[in-house]
C-alpha cells in the first residue's frame, strides 16, 4: 500500500512510519515538524537527542533499503498544497497524526487554546474535504484519544465509540438506539478530538469517507522493534510538564531521581497502551477498513488500565523513588473508574504487551542513557485549567517557583 | 444592558439589534460585513434594498433619539482586537450571530466548505477564549439551529438540546442520564453549529461561562415593529438559492410569478418561526439566563412545523401560483416528521405569530415592491451536496442551464 502519515515526525508517527515501512509499504510522511517549533517554544527537548527528519529517514535507508518519503506541508494551512499533493500521489490510505496532542500545552494560554483547536479543526477538515473534492477512496485512519469519553465514572463500561440507549417514543414505548458516545472532553485537545468526531460523522454519512478513529490511551514505552535497530532511529521522549504523559514521566523521573509527580490524589483511573502495540494497532486498523457508506468505525486502542497512584507506587517499589503530591492543575474528578472494552483489537489478533511483563526497567535505563540532557526546572506540570486552580500550583517538589508560559 | 451584537448586520442581527436598542439597552453592533461580501461573490443582493450599516445606525439615531454603535471586527481572524474590545467595553451581554448561516453555501465548493468551518468555529472559540481571558461574566447567547438535531423520523420528540436515555450498567440495571442531543446535522454549515455545542460545553463545565444557545428554525418575514419605521431601516431578503430560505422564497417566487421550486418530494418537514418571534425569543432568553456553573441552556426557538409541499400549495392557493418540482440538490431523508418541544420559550410568554394568522401577504407585498430588483438566474437552488448529485441539478424551471460556482 501507498500510506500518507500525516504528522509522521511525532512521537506516535514516527514509529509508525518505521514500522509500515518495515512492513513493506509505501510511506510518505506529511509534517509540518510543528513538535520540534514547540520545543524550541517551550525550550525544551526530546530527552532522547532527535536527528532531523531528513537524516533519520537517511538512516531508516542505509539500514534497511527502504525509503521513508517526507513532505513539509502544514496541513491546518495549506489546503491547496495537500490537496495536490494527495491528487497527484493518490495512496491508498492516510493515516492522521496531525493535531497538537498535549492537553496541558492546550490549556496554557488563549493563544495555546486558540492555536489547538484552529489547528487541529483545519487539519482535519482540509483531509476530509481534499478526499472528498479529488474523489479519493483512501481509508483515513485517525488518532483520537479516550479522553472524548470524559473520566467520569458512568457505572458502565466504554463501549467502542457507539453506546446503545433508549429512548423513549411518543406512544410511550422505549426503543433501542446505538449513539456516537456522547461526548465529555476535559481539556481543549481533548475537546478538539470530539470536534473531529463530528466532521467523521458528517464526511462518512454525506461523501462515503471510509474513516477509522483509534480512541488511544496513554503511550507508555519509547522503543519499538524498528526504533531499537539504529541510535539515530530512536524515537522521541518527552520528560517536560506539557508534553511527558504520566507513566513514562514516572519512570524519567525516578531514573533522575526526582520525586514522582502524583497530581490530586491520583485516584484518576486511565488507560494506557505500550507503544509497541499502538503501532501494531495502527496496522491492524488499516488492513480493516469500514465499507464505503459504513458509518465510521471506532477502535478503543488501549490494552488495561490503572490508577494514577497505583502506577506511582508500583514505579516508586522498583526503583526506589519517593512520591511528591502535588496540586492538580486540571479540572477533573479527584478519583474516577474507567471499565474500556477493547475487543475488536484482540479479535484482530492483538497480544497485549501489559505493564507486569514489563518493559518498565527499559524505559528507565533509556532515561539515565540521557539524564545529562534533563532541565529539572521543565518537570513540574505548570499548565492550570483556570485561573483559580492555577493559583495552587505555585512551587515545584524541589521548591522552585513555577510559571505556566515564560 | 450594555450589549455586544456579533454579527448584528445579518438577517437576524440587524432586527434583534433595533429591537434591543428599543428596549433601552445599549446595542453594540461587531461584524466583519461579510454578508455583503459574499452578495458581491455571488453577483446577487438582498431584494430590500440596503443601506451600509452606519447609515441605517444614523438613521434609528434620527428616528429614535438612540444610538447603535458599529465596530468593525474580523471575529475569527482578529481575536486580539475582539478582545481588548470586550475587556475595554465589559458588555452585560453577548449575543452571537456572527456565523456563515447558508446551507448551500457552505456545500458550493471546497473552498466554501473550508471557508464555513474555519469562520464558524474560529469566530465562536475566539469569543469563548476572549471572555475567559478577560473574565468577564456576560451571558453569551448564540444562534443555533434546529438541523443539529438532523431532520430523520425518530419517533420522539426533538427536546429542548437534552435528552433523556436509558444506560445499562455493568450490574445489569438501567439508569436514566439526560445527554447533549445526539447530532446529527445535514450540511457542513449544521455541522459547524454542532461543534459549537462541543465547544460551549466545554467552556460551561471548565470555566463556568453563562451560554444559552438557541436552536432556530427556518424564520420567515422579513419586517419587525422597528424596520417598519422608516424605509432605510429595512431588513435584508434573501431571494437566491444560497441564502433564500424555503417559505420566503416561495413567496417571492410568487411575486415575480416565478415556479415555487419544491426540491424532491417536498415532504422535508421543518421548523419555522417569523422573524418578529425570532427577535423576541432573543430577548427572552437575554432576561432567562442561566447562573455560573449551570450547563447549557438550549431552547428550541421554533414556533410551528410544516411539510415544504404543504407551504409550497398553501403559497399556490394564496397567490395563484405554479409549483415546480425538481430534483433534490440536497442529500436528506426525502420525508420525514418532525415534532419539537418549544414549551421554554411559551412558559416565558411567547405568544406564537403563526402562518395561519399571516403575514404571508405582506411578505409578497414586499417582495412586488421590489420585484424590479430581482435577477430571475439566481433564484434556483444550485449548491449540490455531492457530485453526483449536482449531475441532477442541471436546469432551473425556466429551462436555464445551472452552475453551482461561477
Same mark, same amino acid.
Given at each position: 500500500?501507498?500510506?500518507?502519515?500525516l504528522?509522521?515526525?511525532?512521537?506516535?508517527?514516527?514509529?509508525?512510519?518505521?514500522?509500515?515501512?518495515?512492513?513493506?509499504?509505501?510511506?510518505?510522511?506529511?509534517?509540518?515538524?510543528?513538535?520540534?517549533?514547540?520545543?524550541?517554544?517551550?525550550?525544551?527537548?526530546?530527552? %532522547?537527542?532527535?536527528?532531523?527528519?531528513?537524516?533519520?529517514?537517511?538512516?531508516?535507508?542505509?539500514?534497511?533499503?527502504?525509503? !521513508?518519503?517526507?513532505?513539509?506541508?502544514?496541513l491546518?494551512?495549506?489546503?491547496? !498544497?495537500?490537496?495536490?499533493?494527495?491528487?497527484?500521489?493518490?495512496?491508498?490510505?492516510v493515516?492522521h497524526?496531525?493535531?497538537?496532542?498535549?492537553?496541558?500545552?492546550?490549556?496554557?494560554?488563549?493563544?495555546?487554546?486558540?492555536? %489547538?483547536?484552529?489547528?487541529?479543526?483545519?487539519a482535519t477538515?482540509n483531509v476530509l474535504?481534499a478526499l472528498?473534492?479529488?474523489?479519493?477512496?483512501?481509508?483515513l485512519?485517525?488518532?483520537?484519544?479516550?479522553?472524548?469519553?470524559?473520566?467520569?465514572?458512568?457505572?458502565?463500561?466504554?463501549?467502542?465509540?457507539?453506546?446503545?440507549?433508549?429512548?423513549? *417514543?411518543?406512544?410511550?414505548?422505549?426503543?433501542?438506539?446505538?449513539?456516537?458516545?456522547?461526548?465529555?472532553?476535559?481539556?481543549?485537545?481533548?475537546?478538539?478530538?470530539?470536534?473531529?468526531?463530528?466532521?467523521?460523522?458528517?464526511?462518512?454519512?454525506?461523501?462515503?469517507?471510509?474513516?477509522?478513529?483509534?480512541?488511544?490511551?496513554?503511550?507508555?514505552? *519509547?522503543?519499538?522493534?524498528?526504533?531499537?535497530?539504529?541510535?539515530?532511529?530512536?524515537?522521541?521522549?518527552?520528560?517536560?510538564?506539557?508534553?511527558?504523559?504520566?507513566?513514562?514521566?514516572?519512570?524519567?523521573?525516578?531514573?533522575?531521581?526526582?520525586?514522582?509527580?502524583?497530581?490530586?490524589? @491520583?485516584?484518576? %483511573?486511565?488507560?494506557? !497502551?505500550?507503544?509497541?502495540?499502538?503501532?501494531?494497532?495502527?496496522?491492524?486498523?488499516?488492513?480493516?477498513?469500514?465499507?464505503?457508506?459504513?458509518?465510521?468505525?471506532?477502535?478503543?486502542?488501549?490494552?488495561? *488500565?490503572?490508577?494514577?497512584?497505583?502506577?506511582?507506587?508500583?514505579?516508586? *517499589?522498583?526503583?526506589?523513588?519517593?512520591?511528591?503530591?502535588?496540586?492538580?492543575?486540571?479540572?477533573?474528578?479527584?478519583?474516577?473508574?474507567?471499565?474500556?472494552?477493547?475487543?475488536?483489537?484482540?479479535?484482530?489478533?492483538?497480544?497485549?504487551?501489559?505493564?507486569?511483563?514489563?518493559?518498565?526497567?527499559?524505559?528507565?535505563?533509556?532515561?539515565?542513557?540521557?539524564?545529562?540532557?534533563?532541565?529539572?526546572?521543565?518537570?513540574?506540570?505548570?499548565?492550570?485549567?483556570?485561573?483559580?486552580? @492555577?493559583?495552587?500550583?505555585?512551587?515545584?517538589?524541589?521548591?522552585?517557583?513555577?510559571?505556566?508560559?515564560?
Amino acid at each position: 500500500m501507498k500510506i500518507a502519515v500525516l504528522g509522521g515526525d511525532g512521537f506516535v508517527g514516527w514509529p509508525t512510519s518505521l514500522h509500515l515501512s518495515d512492513q513493506g509499504h509505501e510511506v510518505h510522511i506529511l509534517d509540518n515538524l510543528s513538535r520540534r517549533w514547540i520545543d524550541t517554544e517551550l525550550g525544551v527537548q526530546s530527552l %532522547t537527542p532527535m536527528d532531523s527528519i531528513q537524516e533519520r529517514s537517511r538512516v531508516w535507508h542505509a539500514e534497511t533499503g527502504r525509503r !521513508i518519503h517526507f513532505h513539509l506541508i502544514d496541513l491546518a494551512k495549506d489546503y491547496e !498544497i495537500l490537496k495536490s499533493w494527495l491528487a497527484a500521489e493518490r495512496p491508498d490510505a492516510v493515516i492522521h497524526f496531525a493535531e497538537q496532542r498535549a492537553a496541558p500545552y492546550s490549556m496554557k494560554s488563549d493563544r495555546h487554546k486558540n492555536y %489547538t483547536v484552529s489547528n487541529n479543526v483545519n487539519a482535519t477538515h482540509n483531509v476530509l474535504n481534499a478526499l472528498v473534492e479529488i474523489e479519493l477512496d483512501a481509508h483515513l485512519i485517525h488518532l483520537g484519544t479516550m479522553g472524548v469519553y470524559g473520566y467520569s465514572t458512568i457505572g458502565a463500561a466504554i463501549p467502542e465509540g457507539y453506546l446503545p440507549v433508549d429512548i423513549e *417514543t411518543l406512544s410511550g414505548e422505549k426503543k433501542r438506539q446505538e449513539i456516537l458516545y456522547p461526548t465529555r472532553p476535559g481539556s481543549i485537545y481533548h475537546m478538539t478530538k470530539s470536534l473531529d468526531q463530528i466532521l467523521f460523522q458528517f464526511y462518512a454519512q454525506n461523501d462515503g469517507l471510509r474513516i477509522t478513529d483509534l480512541h488511544q490511551g496513554i503511550v507508555w514505552g *519509547t522503543h519499538t522493534e524498528q526504533t531499537r535497530r539504529h541510535a539515530q532511529l530512536i524515537n522521541r521522549f518527552d520528560y517536560d510538564g506539557d508534553y511527558g504523559t504520566v507513566l513514562n514521566r514516572f519512570l524519567i523521573q525516578a531514573a533522575i531521581d526526582y520525586p514522582l509527580t502524583v497530581h490530586g490524589t @491520583g485516584g484518576q %483511573t486511565r488507560a494506557f !497502551i505500550h507503544i509497541q502495540d499502538s503501532v501494531r494497532c495502527v496496522e491492524l486498523a488499516l488492513l480493516d477498513a469500514p465499507k464505503r457508506g459504513e458509518r465510521v468505525k471506532v477502535f478503543n486502542q488501549m490494552t488495561e *488500565t490503572h490508577r494514577v497512584r497505583d502506577l506511582a507506587e508500583m514505579v516508586a *517499589t522498583l526503583t526506589g523513588g519517593r512520591i511528591a503530591w502535588l496540586p492538580n492543575p486540571r479540572k477533573e474528578a479527584a478519583e474516577n473508574d474507567l471499565i474500556v472494552e477493547n475487543r475488536q483489537f484482540l479479535d484482530l489478533g492483538l497480544q497485549p504487551i501489559t505493564l507486569a511483563e514489563g518493559l518498565l526497567s527499559e524505559v528507565v535505563e533509556v532515561a539515565k542513557k540521557f539524564a545529562y540532557r534533563v532541565d529539572r526546572a521543565r518537570v513540574p506540570a505548570v499548565s492550570a485549567w483556570t485561573r483559580e486552580i @492555577g493559583k495552587l500550583v505555585e512551587r515545584d517538589p524541589e521548591g522552585r517557583a513555577l510559571r505556566s508560559v515564560s
